[in-house]
């Protein structure tokens, strides 16, 4: 079971070397290997994500998964860590490629060169940022799931994709800078680039060094933050979202989550309580990034009124949200924000998704309304007189009582979901990880229900962003679903609608089994406050032996 922590690093890497042999003229052939993939990378995921959790695992309940590819021993060789934050990562990862790899055979994987096997290299290099266990592995694979979402930023070319990608391009070579000035510094004091290895120097650091391990590790954390969209490094990702095709969009709201991850796994395992001078060393400046990004982006969602836009803030609302909640540093606000980082997930990729469709049935493609491409308001004729007979259509019918064509009621549907899971509104999941986060807050410091200036003020933001999402998702929605005339209905291929249709329901199936859900979540925040466990899998993992040769071989060795 342990050779299996490889596999969602091996397949997408074999099936991209496998594309580029087929050559751009098998473009069928490579959608299917396309989905094969994405099919085995999901069972592969979901099957670690049931290992690290079940009891008969060899270690107990939350066993954690160590594999040592070049068979050396930690810290000195490459280590794959599966332990139940990283699998579950990689379980997201799966549901979303899946999902957009389905999605972009139906006519996106056309618009350019080497979509799939780009989007398999990106692939690769996420699941293996999640799995890594050493700071220069991560950064090994940072850089191929970044050269890899250059190509697919750019991906059906365009004036737009091409400014965008620039920006794109340069703020994440800056990044990569840093995360390599970090790293060194960080070696050059410590000895180690493996984060257990790290964790357990830095506890033991002579006075002296601990300023620089300090100065190194906010280098490597502006590099994060910069990839986790936090202000004010975050200028970038609206104008690079929202420029991608839909597909690619889809994938790209993992990329900020990868960013949220890293912080989350380095900030519990290098800063642990059992640091000591080094303890919860950032806090309020973790905090405070978190706090400013969900500030600045639900006033942003709020300004804007493109489709596009709309999603890229919604990315940035979460990232906020996760930042701020991550250092709250309480394991029951930690639980409810990796619950809703489930949920917010999801729904933005099939919010990039359904908004692709919506924009071709609307205005064939552009990202603007038709009434503002052509300076007239929706409810008024050219002169500015009133329409009459607006309840009835051009046979002059009445409107009311008549069925809706499926494909709307599809997409006013899926649009009406995603609103509410993005939002936060009751009974789905997105309401469900804000109100998991709001009860362990005001649950925290033992119970007494005391949360401080910043925990009020993150209760507050929470909410009003929220409320002005809300305010201008609705707006869009009635814009897009009431207020303009029908005309062609929508033509919705399965090959689109089924993968919406899926992500929709992975959100549905979190609320209703919110429970078992939120048991892992829970599990996971209290490993992370606790990194004992990690270190010690880690450190104590053993190189398998070299086979023992038998007395014949020995014979064939001798005669030889």
Not at 213 to 242: C, M, Q, R
Request: hydrophobic share 55%; glycine share 10%.
């Amino acid at each position: 079971m342990p050779h299996l922590v490889a596999v969602p690093i091996l397949v997408p890497m074999l099936t991209a070397a496998l594309m580029l042999l087929l050559g751009e003229n098998r473009r069928r052939a490579k959608s299917a290997l396309s989905v094969v993939s994405g099919l085995v990378g999901l069972l592969a995921a979901l099957a670690l994500l049931r290992w690290v959790n079940a009891p008969d695992t060899g270690g107990g309940p939350g066993s954690i998964g160590v594999y040592l590819p070049g068979n050396w021993r930690a810290p000195f060789g490459i280590v794959l860590v599966a332990d139940r934050l990283s699998t579950m990562m990689v379980a997201l990862t799966g549901v979303i490629a899946f999902a957009a790899s389905i999605y972009s055979t139906s006519r996106w994987d056309r618009a350019g060169v080497h979509f799939h096997p780009l989007l398999q290299l990106q692939l690769m290099g996420l699941n293996g940022a999640f799995l890594t266990g050493d700071l220069f592995n991560l950064f090994v694979f940072f850089e191929v799931m970044l050269a890899a979402s250059y190509g697919l930023l750019l991906h059906g070319s365009g004036r737009l994709r091409v400014q965008a990608g620039l920006h794109y391009i340069a703020i994440n070579l800056a990044a990569s800078s840093l995360f390599l000035i970090g790293a060194a510094i960080l070696y050059g004091v410590t000895g180690t680039l493996n984060m257990a290895d790290l964790g357990m120097r830095i506890a033991e650091l002579a006075p002296g060094d601990r300023g620089l391990v300090h100065a190194a590790t906010a280098i490597l954390f502006t590099a994060f933050f910069a990839k986790a969209g936090a202000w004010p490094l975050n200028f970038w990702l609206v104008p690079a979202y929202s420029s991608a095709v839909s597909p690619v969009g889809a994938v790209f709201a993992l990329l900020t989550k990868l960013g949220v991850y890293t912080v989350l796994r380095l900030w519990t395992v290098l800063f642990a309580p059992d640091t000591g001078a080094s303890a919860a060393f950032g806090q309020p400046v973790l905090v405070g990034a978190g706090i400013a990004t969900l500030f600045v982006a639900a006033f942003g969602i709020l300004g804007t009124q493109r489709l596009s836009n709309l999603a890229g803030f919604s990315v940035l609302i979460s990232a906020g949200t996760l930042l701020a909640a991550v250092g709250l540093g309480q394991p029951a606000v930690w639980a409810g924000a990796l619950f809703y980082l489930l949920s917010s997930t999801l729904a933005v990729s099939a919010f990039f998704l359904l908004i692709d469709m919506i924009e071709r049935w609307r205005n064939a493609g552009m990202s603007v309304a038709p009434h503002e491409a052509a300076g007239t308001a929706p409810f008024l004729a050219e002169d500015l007189s009133a329409l009459s007979d607006v309840n009835l259509d051009d046979d002059a019918q009445a409107l009311y009582g008549r069925a809706i064509p499926a494909g709307v009621a599809f997409l006013g549907l899926s649009f009406m979901i995603c609103t509410l899971l993005l939002t936060g509104l009751p009974p789905l999941s997105g309401f469900v990880g804000k109100f998991a986060m709001l009860s362990g807050l005001m649950n925290g410091s033992g119970g007494s229900g005391v949360i401080g200036t910043t925990g009020w003020t993150f209760l507050v933001l929470l909410i009003a962003s929220g409320f002005l999402a809300l305010i201008a998702l609705s707006r869009t929605g009635i814009r897009h679903f009431w207020t303009q005339p029908h005309g062609n209905l929508p033509s919705l291929p399965a090959l689109e609608v089924l993968p919406v249709a899926g992500l929709i329901a992975a959100c549905i199936a979190l609320t209703v089994w919110a429970e078992p859900v939120m048991r892992h979540a829970l599990a996971t925040a209290e490993g992370l406050r606790a990194p004992t466990a990690y270190r010690a899998a880690v450190m104590e993992a053993r190189q398998v032996p070299n086979p023992v040769p038998t007395a014949k071989a020995e014979g064939k060795a001798g005669a030889q």
